[in-house]
């Protein structure tokens, strides 16, 4: 197999595995908050195995750095447990429908971090997006437990946005799973105090799901995302990374027995379809 070919599934497989990590905020039976503690532990650990076993340097180059990877791991610990809480509150497909509204919050976030200017089709594809979150609040109840884990997942999105402008302005000198190593490192450790079900009285069934969230489910999608990028250009690896919502609610429905209804396809087909041209748009014009 060539190796823009092995790239390719490597990139596809690691976008499969993002859009499987939606399905343990409901197979693990613990709180948003607790799955991303012992996700994030388990990351951390399988992520300083990688990069032992890679020869790779641990220390970062300046002090100054030890600070930022402190914000970027701040925002990834909140971006988790809103991320679960989401599909937690709304089910996995609406969850993460309202999590990939973060391409064009991206967007719309990039002129405060860099000299760019905001643009009409910009402002088109976010009217395009609170269109498609129209559609999937509930009109019979739009105050129910779905309208909140719809707003949940859009804060999610806002969170991971802020780590990717962030990561990108001050902190792109590092690769993917050093970068990772660190945030998961602080998110666990940021959060850790405020579990609710500790490590002694986790059941085999959660230990074993825990521990496979975030050994399979985060750390190798990361690394088989990042070498994927060497042989396939931005523009290939972000259009197919839109394919996660459509992963996930495939997932859901095959081993959650869960469904979705037209409604919120058609709410879907607008966000996911927003993000898609956004990616398009930023990565073909870095090229």
């Not at 962030?166 to 579990?195: E, N, R």
């Not at 995302?225 to 060497?230: G, I, P, Q």
């Not at 469904?259 to 919120?264: A, C, N, R, V």
Request: hydrophobic fraction near 55%; charge should be positive; proline fraction near 3%.
């Amino acid at each position: 197999m060539r190796p823009e070919q092995s790239s390719l599934v490597n990139l596809h497989l690691a976008v499969l595995l993002f859009g499987g990590t939606a399905l343990f905020s409901k197979l693990i039976s613990l709180s948003a908050l607790d799955i991303t503690v012992y996700r994030t532990a388990i990351a951390f650990v399988t992520l300083a195995c990688i990069l032992a076993f890679k020869g790779s340097v641990f220390k970062l180059n300046a002090a100054k750095d030890y600070a930022i990877v402190l914000l970027l791991g701040i925002c990834v610990g909140l971006h988790w447990v809103t991320y679960f809480a989401a599909m937690q509150m709304a089910g996995i497909a609406v969850g993460v429908i309202a999590f990939f509204t973060y391409p064009v919050i991206t967007v719309l976030l990039e002129p405060l971090f860099f000299r760019s200017r905001l643009k009409r089709k910009d402002v088109f594809t976010a009217i395009v997006v609170m269109l498609g979150i129209y559609l999937l609040v509930p009109s019979s109840d739009p105050g129910n437990q779905i309208t909140l884990g719809i707003f949940t997942g859009i804060a999610s999105g806002v969170l991971f946005a802020l780590r990717n402008l962030l990561q990108k302005k001050l902190f792109s000198s590092y690769g993917g799973p050093h970068t990772m190593f660190y945030q998961t490192l602080i998110a666990a450790l940021m959060l850790c105090a405020f579990v609710e079900v500790p490590p002694t009285e986790l059941s085999t069934d959660n230990l074993m799901l825990i521990a496979l969230a975030g050994c399979v489910f985060t750390a190798i999608p990361h690394a088989l995302f990042a070498s994927s990028l060497r042989y396939l250009s931005a523009t290939t690896a972000g259009l197919i990374s839109c394919l996660q919502p459509l992963y996930a609610t495939v997932l859901a429905y095959m081993l959650l027995a869960e469904t979705i209804t037209l409604t919120t396809l058609a709410g879907g087909v607008l966000v996911v379809s927003a993000a898609c041209y956004e990616t398009w748009s930023i990565t073909r014009n870095k090229l």
